[in-house]
């Protein structure tokens, strides 16, 4: 018979999870309870290839991992492991070593996603590793971990990991991190993060994360956070927060908040603000806000050689909402489409 290779953990004491069946370090071991049902229980269970639900093993440092020979007829698909009645405990010991026992029992599972693996891969080249695993490659690569792992990537490189994992990329690059994760990509770069993440891009990048995250753009860049979010953009950038999140924008940038939240835009740059939120702009700047919100922006008065700040109230003193305002020379209050008159 053909033979397959599952990798598994066991406690300390080589108990299985719960402490009902104890595995040997070495030698045959068989199920008492062997039912070839495809469902969960009534047989020996582990990671086929080394691949699969991650979050099933024992992450524990004093965990054992073993290396579990087994005829390949008798395997039971589990969507994220498997079963199997009986088979040869080949390894048992720490994660690193076993992975690497694995590899040499079967070469090809080093171009697998095996859970808690490190890959490494040169320039141009493809590293891949498994839930919590850590993936690395050279420059216009891509690397790839899942659930909880690390990628990096070089220059012009791709980086992707999967739930509460981190991503890097090098310039020009791409980063992908699942909830609350960390991207970084770098100069020119995209970097994406989960709910609950960071995402940072280097120049003229574009970050995003989701709700509850922070994202931070280069000059030039763009940079969105989802709800209760922060988003942050250097000069030129835009920057977009999800309700009761803030946004902060460089010179000539674009800062928009949603209700509640807090805008802000550097010189000649444009804030939007939702309701009840608060748009800032600088000098020669452009501030909008929704129906009881505020908004302030920055002139520079001539006479004293000041940078002044006018603040107003939507709906005192006939500023209105969702219109957007800046300030003329003398620091009134004036629609942005209009000439440089005061409002009345």
């Known amino acids: 018979m053909t033979k397959s290779y599952v990798l598994r953990t066991c406690s300390a004491d080589m108990t299985s999870y719960g402490g009902a069946f104890t595995w040997p370090a070495s030698g045959l071991v068989e199920a008492p309870d062997w039912n070839p049902i495809p469902e969960c229980g009534g047989g020996l269970h582990g990671f086929l290839n080394g691949c699969g639900n991650g979050a099933l093993a024992d ?8 290396v579990v020979a087994v005829d390949s007829e008798a395997i039971v698909d589990l969507k994220g492991k498997v079963k199997f009645p009986k088979g040869e405990v080949v390894f048992c010991g720490a994660r690193e070593e076993a992975i690497a026992k694995l590899e040499e029992l079967a070469p090809e599972t080093k171009h697998m996603p095996v859970i808690g693996a490190i890959r490494i891969a040169g320039d141009r080249g493809n590293a891949n590793a498994g839930d919590y695993g850590t993936a690395i490659a050279g420059h216009k690569s891509t690397a790839t971990a899942g659930y909880r792992g690390k990628t990096m990537a070089g220059d012009n490189g791709t980086a992707t990991a999967g739930n509460y994992g981190k991503a890097t990329a090098g310039d020009g690059g791409t980063a992908n ?10 100069d020119g770069g995209t970097a994406n993060a989960g709910d609950g993440g960071k995402a940072t891009a280097g120049y003229g990048g574009a970050a995003n994360a989701g709700d509850y995250g922070k994202a931070t753009a280069g000059n030039n860049g763009t940079a969105t ?85 006018t603040t107003g109230y939507i709906g005192e003193d006939n500023i209105q909402a969702n219109i957007p305002y800046k300030c003329d020379e003398e620091g009134k209050l004036i629609p942005a489409g209009s000439s440089d008159t005061p409002l009345e």
């Open 225 to 309: 956070a989802g709800y209760n979010g922060t988003a942050i953009a250097g000069n030129h950038g835009k920057a977009m927060a999800g309700n009761q999140g803030t946004a902060i924008a460089g010179d000539w940038g674009t800062a928009t908040a949603g209700d509640e939240g807090s805008a802000i835009a550097g010189w000649q740059g444009t804030a939007t603000a939702g309701e009840r939120g608060t748009a800032n702009a600088g000098h020669k700047g452009t501030a909008m806000a929704g129906a009881g919100g505020r908004i302030s922006i920055s002139w520079d008065e001539r006479k004293t050689e000041r940078i002044r700040t």
């Open 177 to 186: 991190a699942g909830d609350g994760g960390k991207a970084m990509a770098g």
């Open 59 to 66: 992450w524990n440092e004093s965990a054992k991992w073993l």
